[in-house]
């Protein structure tokens, strides 16, 4: 069996949970990702193993040593599959997959699969079956999500004011970019919050030591890109901040996906700034509602998309535009 996962975070807690099974079965798994020196991997691989966990880049690094063959396999696994088969990824997935036998089965895992990304899994399915368990592309219904409009030179400034409520045990908050994840991780810990960062620019060494910390619950706040948002299982996450946006509905999905794990419920809380309010609806669209807004002494203007169309429809006599009354906590 080969399993493909985008990130190395996401490899190692597969891993983890495989490993124990695949031992009382008699079979031996390797995990194989980039950040970390090849050559323990490379042993490993040539010792044979009858389990691979690889993310795409580090498993072709291998391929093109010669250290690991795929005569025998019979179980092809992608986890995140709309993130494996994106355009970031697509290149990589089809030079992997093209080393693989035809005859096996291919097995497709996501929280969201697009209609786009369906019609490209088809190319490496014959005659699929579409499982679906619970339901498919909406935030479960214990996350409460809310919005708070904010000048982008604000965000930090009402982002500390939030973590200081005492609701807030524990909080990823997602940024866009690495540099301004870790300036934002700075100014946190400048301001007495025990913040860590994590995103792709740092080394192996440096992420697992933040997972592993806020996992413990040394690190209160985990400021991270999008590396964090696919698959990683931290129980009690009471809060998911998106101090940017997301630019798409199923990221969006993903993200608040972290907290409100295994029946507890979590809070969601998004930032809008005026220019990101195209991202604000096509979120909002993807909801079918809009996200209840709390009124702050910083708030400013956003229309959505959204509410934008509801407005158009008042103006022709048809439709009313949704009026959220449930709020979060208010800013204090």
Known sequence: MLVLTPTRELAQQVEKVFAPMAKSLGLRTVCVFGGVGMQPQTNALRAGTEIVIATPGRLLDHIGRGNVRFDGLSILVLDEADRMLDMGFLP???RIIER????????????TIPSEIRRLAAQFQRDPQYIEVGVVSKPVEMVRQGLYTVDANEKTKLLSTILKDPEV?????????KHRTDRVAKQLSKKGFNAQAIHGGRSQGQRDKALDNFRRGQCKVLVA?????RGIDIQGVTHVVNYDIPRSFDDYVHRIGRTARANESGNAITFVSPQEHKDLGIIEQGLG?????TEWEGSVP???LFEAKGTKQRKRGVGRSFRPRRRIARAR
Request: charged share 25%; proline share 5%.
């Open 100 to 111: 693989l036998p035809k005859d096996r089965q291919t097995l497709l895992f996501s929280a």
């Open 225 to 229: 890109t999008d590396v964090a948002a």
């Open 289 to 293: 509602r809009s996200l209840p807004r």
């Open 92 to 94: 990589d997935m089809r």
């Open 302 to 304: 956003v229309l959505s």
């Open 169 to 177: 045990k524990s909080a990823i908050v997602f940024i866009r970019t």
